[in-house]
């Protein structure tokens, strides 16, 4: 189906100092179908969040190219600019920071709404009632603070918050990464309800593969500020091509004895290098056990070493 996101070789760094940029986000190419659920996973550091922000517009891109239904981000006319803020929002991975403890959450729901002119009065209201039943709570609670929430039901309004303005794309940075376990599968639920129900497509951001494996069509694992693999949730799964996607899928216990001798292969050790000075070459190579002499010295390509499924490794050179 059709691509309603297309980033293309997008580049997001950040001087820190005179001489020193962190290069978050490094050269990053993919695009997301309409409809699409895509995970994106990487550990701490790997620029997963930068991307995100990168693409709904709350950072600039250093260079490269972003487009979302058709127009290119950073050459937008006011009103298309306007309409983008609106279709593109961000779920936040933690809900208490990016709740405002001082409103009410009737409040922080329309936000959106009025910024937009979307609703008001009467219609507003009702708008925050139905909006607040939409994800699992009740119209009572408009008049109530965060703090009186717990976890779950504040990641809850901050769904409703995105919701509110009728968004078409939403990226969802780690959103269940801060709340108990038990709860986890509820509000990945509630977001996969909305999604079909809403017609939304999702970047859902997670550090761990086993927190995207169910609700993600296709998943992109990055390391370092780059791509390392992209492919279609179940590949990705039953035949990880990147040692480092290997190294991610060994962590996580899987009882499938077909796989069990793969997920031996990698532990991964050790933090990953500075952002700052990542090595030369493939960034990977200081952790991955089958770094060989070009791993140093030349980058692998990005290349799609089966159908639909992309790596950089030059393990795959063939
Ligand atoms: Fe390992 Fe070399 Fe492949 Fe990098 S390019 S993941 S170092 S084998
Ligand atoms: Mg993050």
């Given at each position: ?6 980033v293309?070789n997008v ?14 986000v490094d050269g990053i190419s993919f695009s ?6 895509f995970?994106l996973v990487g550990?701490?550091?790997s620029g997963k969040?930068?991307l ?166 296709r998943i992109g694992v990055m390391y370092l500020g780059k791509m390392m693999e992209i492919a ?10 990147h040692?480092y996607t ?37 960034r990977f ?14 980058e692998p390509a990005w290349r ?6 992309w790596t950089a490794c ?5």
């Amino acid at each position: 189906s059709q691509e309603i996101l297309q980033v293309e070789n997008v580049k997001k760094y950040f001087k820190i100092g005179p001489n020193q940029t962190v290069k978050s986000v490094d050269g990053i190419s993919f695009s997301i179908r309409k409809g699409e659920t895509f995970g994106l996973v990487g550990e701490s550091g790997s620029g997963k969040s930068t991307l995100g922000k990168t693409i709904v517009g709350l950072y600039p891109a250093t260079s490269g190219k972003i487009r979302f239904d058709g127009h290119e981000l950073g050459h937008l006319d006011r009103q298309t600019q306007r309409k983008l803020n609106r279709e593109m929002q961000m779920i936040f991975q933690d809900p208490h920071a990016s709740l405002n403890p001082r409103m009410r959450v009737g409040d922080i729901i329309a936000e959106g709404i009025d910024a937009h002119h979307l609703a008001k009065g009467k219609e507003r209201q009702e708008l925050v009632y139905h909006l607040l039943e939409r994800v699992g709570l009740r119209p009572e609670h408009a008049e109530r603070f965060p703090h009186e929430f717990s976890g779950g039901q504040r990641q809850r309004i901050g769904i409703a918050r995105a919701l509110a303005v009728k968004p078409k794309f939403i990226v969802a940075d780690e959103p269940i990464s801060a709340l108990d376990v038990s709860i986890q599968a509820q509000v990945v639920n509630l977001l996969d309800d909305l999604k079909q129900e809403e017609d939304l497509t999702y970047l859902f951001i997670a550090h761990d593969l086993g927190m995207v494996k169910h609700i993600s069509d296709r998943i992109g694992v990055m390391y370092l500020g780059k791509m390392m693999e992209i492919a279609e949730s179940s590949n990705l799964f039953e035949e990880p091509l990147h040692p480092y996607t290997q190294a991610l899928l060994s962590a996580i216990p899987i009882p499938n004895p077909r796989l069990a001798r793969k997920r031996e292969r990698i532990v991964l050790s050790g933090d990953p290098p500075s952002p700052v000075h990542p090595p030369s070459g493939c960034r990977f190579r200081t952790r991955c056990p089958y770094a060989m002499d070009i791993c140093s010295k030349m980058e692998p390509a990005w290349r799609e070493v089966k159908k639909n499924h992309w790596t950089a490794c030059h393990l795959y050179n063939q």
